[in-house]
């Protein structure tokens, strides 16, 4: 990728690239659709954290229910996480990187 490099004066203008920001549109953005775009935000995130909890899983190679009894979290717990019903947070999810990143020793620990 080509790194270009750009001086911008804020006292000129000019200097300034047009249509960074489209000011009209913002200017017509109601509460309503910035309401509308946070739950979509927040339904993005939680598909992501599904991937990652499956992902995670998957490369272990466990079942859901082998994985649950590995992590002691129950069935359902593992379940809602993988449909993007819940989000692992905390702890839970702090758990899901160290198995992502290293597996072998986050299951030695759990034994």
Excluded at 7 to 31: H, L
């Amino acid at each position: 990728m080509k790194t270009v490099r750009m001086t911008i004066d804020p006292m000129n203008p000019a200097s300034q690239t047009a249509g960074r920001i489209d000011e009209a549109r913002v200017d017509a953005t109601t509460e309503q659709d910035i309401a509308r775009h946070k739950t979509a935000d927040v339904a993005a995130s939680m598909q992501d954290a599904a991937k990652f909890a499956r992902r995670v899983r998957k490369r272990l190679q466990f079942s859901q229910a082998e994985f649950a009894e590995r992590i002691d979290v129950s069935l359902d717990t593992i379940r809602n996480w993988e449909q993007g019903k819940r989000s692992p947070t905390g702890a839970a999810k702090a758990l899901l990187k160290v198995l992502d990143k290293a597996p072998e020793a986050a299951l030695a620990a759990l034994q």
